[in-house]
T-cell receptor
Framework: GAVVSQHPSWVICKSGTSVKIECRSLDFQATTMFWYRQFPKQSLMLMATSNEGSKATYEQGVEKDKFLINHASLTLSTLTVTSAHPEDSSFYICSARHPVAKNIQYFGAGTRLSVL | AQSVTQPDIHITVSEGASLELRCNYSYGATPYLFWYVQSPGQGLQLLLK??????LVQGIKGFEAEFKRSQSSFNLRKPSVHWSDAAEYFCAVVPDTGRRALTFGSGTRLQVQP
């Protein structure tokens, strides 16, 4: 089946620094990728929709200047958490929409971000 | 408001027992419906989906789900649970075909007793 790779799986950083998370579709091209955030023992909340070659669409309440999304190729989307603070600590998950079965998404394993 | 509800936060069953996880949605039209499983250290895995047609859908790992329009439900079932089924289960919908993003329920954590 389709594989989505997310890197890193876990990152610890100091407050005020920036962290980049990569999401790659390994065996298919994805014009659309999604970024979700999951708090402990809670569900996944959509942060933004990443479209290859255009600006990301952010959900209400998500700061686009804080969570920078770049989808420069059909197999790679990146999420950069800028000037990270402890409240940004969370589990971030990406998914890629299948190019043919457009209502099916394949998920990365997630990135646990801890901001000290 | 449009939503996806999983009423059971935590369920414990004995290995070999049957399982039913509940999911209800509140959308005007029938959305596309999904069940995902999340295990520690692994990405969400699609168990099954319903778009249209036969209301009883079969998925991977012996799971099935039944869409009931009258009850706005899409409950997940398995006749005999294995210890490896212990995980977090999410019901999800695509409510708007133009948007394509998934809306998730709050999840049900399944614990399996030996």
């Amino acid at each position: 089946g389709a594989v989505v790779s997310q890197h890193p799986s876990w990152v610890i950083c100091k407050s005020g620094t920036s962290v980049k998370i990569e999401c790659r579709s390994l065996d298919f091209q994805a014009t659309t990728m999604f970024w979700y955030r999951q708090f402990p023992k809670q569900s996944l909340m959509l942060m933004a929709t990443s479209n290859e070659g255009s600006k990301a669409t952010y959900e209400q309440g998500v700061e686009k200047d804080k969570f920078l999304i770049n989808h420069a190729s059909l197999t790679l989307s990146t999420l950069t958490v800028t000037s990270a603070h402890p409240e940004d600590s969370s589990f971030y998950i990406c998914s890629a929409r299948h190019p043919v079965a457009k209502n099916i998404q394949y998920f990365g394993a997630g990135t646990r971000l801890s901001v000290l | 408001a449009q939503s996806v509800t999983q009423p059971d936060i935590h369920i414990t069953v004995s290995e070999g027992a049957s399982l039913e996880l509940r999911c209800n949605y509140s959308y005007g039209a029938t959305p596309y419906l999904f069940w995902y499983v999340q295990s520690p250290g692994q990405g969400l895995q699609l168990l099954l989906k319903y778009f249209s047609g036969d209301t009883l859908v079969q998925g991977i790992k012996g799971f099935e789900a039944e869409f009931k329009r009258s009850q706005s439900s899409f409950n997940l079932r398995k006749p005999s649970v294995h210890w490896s089924d212990a995980a977090e289960y999410f019901c999800a919908v695509v409510p708007d075909t133009g948007r394509r993003a998934l809306t998730f329920g709050s999840g049900t954590r399944l614990q399996v007793q030996p």
